[in-house]
């Protein structure tokens, strides 16, 4: 069967490209995110020095045996929702998923205006410093550049986030930085490092899939994955495989980005399989979403948009959503971890 559509954007990403090559890339992303709700990004510009070093350290820390992961819990990361979470320990419709994961996102201090305020999905993050040495040898990191890594990633993979969206906005019809003033000029960027175990899941985990299915809250999201595999996408002909191709990052529209279209780009439900391969799969998304405090519009140009719960994976009607993406976030980040609803619930 077909697979979501290769597209370069290289121009996007070169300030000097001319502005033909620019409107070539974005028709290219226009189309696929109409058809398919997906697209691999090539000639992103990312450089693979650093993704081989994120990988290595991503592999580094979940090879640690889980005492020593489970020193950074997401218990412990509180509203910011910042940490660690075992295998069997994330929920997608009510349903263990069978993959372990670190959560990161920007490093906020705590003097920051909704740090202070206990703004969910804002603050520190949990740094692994996993002990090594003998006996009573006190604890040194075993991950060195763990932290400079990521953060040189989120950088590199928010301008590639930036980049992609003017695609969008030109092959909208709209200013190249039409969403940058309405948005993502300071996006909120979420970072996830996911191992799909190859051993099988225990029966009282009963774990169907490695992620069921869903799909994402925010505008984009941008995927590394390994050569395992495992990646499925949702179409009107069934569900197709999302393989690996190599110097690509495997790109999505997300909810909001749906919504502001009125479902010309669609939002489009996805799921990983079972890893059954005998190797551990990674994957590592970056979720490209909006402000919190953004008020979700449609863009101009954008029809009201039709009922869709039909197609919904949640049977929700996307198109009727009204307000901030840190309302539908926080309405929807409580369900994946339910052991951190109680933290929510003096806000509700």
Not at 122 to 127: A, C, D, I, K, T
Not at 187 to 213: C, H, I, S
């Amino acid at each position: 069967m077909a697979q979501p559509p290769l597209v370069d954007v290289a121009a996007l990403v070169d300030p000097a490209a001319p502005q033909a090559r620019k409107l070539a890339a974005a028709r290219g992303i226009d189309a696929a995110a109409r058809e398919w709700g997906f697209f691999y990004a090539a000639g992103h510009g990312v450089d693979p020095a650093l993704v081989e070093r994120l990988v290595a350290l991503a592999r580094a820390f979940f090879a640690q045996d889980e005492a020593h992961k489970m020193r950074i819990p997401m218990s412990a990361g509180g509203l910011a929702w910042r940490g660690y979470f075992p295998a069997g320990g994330e929920l997608t419709s009510g349903r263990p998923d069978w993959k372990e994961g670190l959560y990161l996102g920007s490093e906020l201090g705590a003097d920051h205006p909704r740090v202070r305020a206990g703004t969910i999905l804002h603050g520190p993050n949990l740094w692994p410093d996993l002990p090594r040495g003998n006996g009573g040898q006190a604890s040194l990191p075993t991950l060195p550049g763990f932290r400079e890594t990521v953060l040189a990633y989120m950088d590199a993979l928010s301008a590639l986030g930036q980049a992609l969206m003017r695609g969008c906005a030109l092959g909208l019809g709209l200013p190249e930085h039409y969403f940058a003033e309405h948005g993502t000029a300071d996006p909120l960027l979420l970072l996830r490092l996911f191992n799909y175990p190859t051993r099988p899941a225990p029966q009282d985990v009963a774990a169907q899939w490695g992620v069921g299915e869903h799909t994402d809250y925010g505008l984009l999201t941008m995927l590394w994955q390994d050569d395992v595999g495992g990646l499925q996408v949702k179409t009107d002909a069934g569900w197709v495989d999302a393989p690996p191709v190599p110097g690509t990052f495997v790109c999505n529209i997300g909810d909001m980005l749906d919504r502001m279209t009125g479902g010309r780009y669609r939002s489009v439900p996805h799921r990983v399989a079972i890893n059954t391969s005998g190797r551990d799969r990674l994957s590592i998304p970056l979720f490209f979403d909006p402000d919190f405090d953004t008020v979700i519009q449609p863009v101009p140009g954008a029809g009201p948009g039709q009922d869709d719960s039909g197609r919904r994976w949640d049977g929700a009607n996307l198109q009727s959503f009204q307000g901030t993406y840190g309302d539908y976030v926080t309405a929807k980040v409580g369900k994946v971890f339910p052991q951190l609803r109680d933290a929510l619930s003096p806000r509700e």
